[in-house]
């Protein structure tokens, strides 16, 4: 799988740092200094902490996912930093069961957008929710 480097209008979008604010691939916030992504290289899931709250935001990649059952299982981790939205749950829940389901689901959304047939086996992905300042940060779409 490939990832686009295009240019975008926001030039401080990043599709390729995964420690950027401005990531591109953000699916949800799980929590005040969590979030959940897509690795860059679309393979799996990422839970990520903020490590920096007053500084500059620098997001550490904590847990790798290839299904939504571990991610929800992840909800059970107890510690001072592992405080969760208590909707957690509910916004993993529009994710497939696997990753693979979620690839296919996005293979498919990029062909239909494009109105073409074409072979997807050179499709880039040129970015799946776009990172804003969203105080819920809640999944731009339904997965069912």
Request: with cysteine; proline share 3%; aromatic share 16%.
């Amino acid at each position: 799988m490939q990832h686009s480097r295009k240019i975008t209008a926001d030039q401080k979008v990043s599709f390729t740092n995964e420690r950027s604010d401005r990531y591109a691939h953000v699916l949800c916030r799980l929590g005040p200094r969590w979030r959940l992504i897509v690795c860059s290289n679309w393979y799996q899931w990422i839970a990520q902490y903020n490590k920096c709250v007053k500084s500059k935001p620098s997001w550490v990649s904590e847990r790798f996912f290839r299904t939504r059952p571990g991610i929800e299982a992840f909800f059970m981790t107890r510690g001072k930093k592992y405080i969760f939205y208590e909707d957690a749950t509910y916004r993993v829940s529009f994710l497939p069961m696997h990753f693979g389901d979620f690839l296919q689901i996005e293979k498919a959304a990029a062909q239909k957008n494009s109105h073409t047939t074409a072979d997807l086996s050179n499709w880039q992905h040129n970015g799946y929710v776009p990172y804003t300042q969203q105080n819920d940060g809640g999944i731009a779409r339904g997965y069912n």
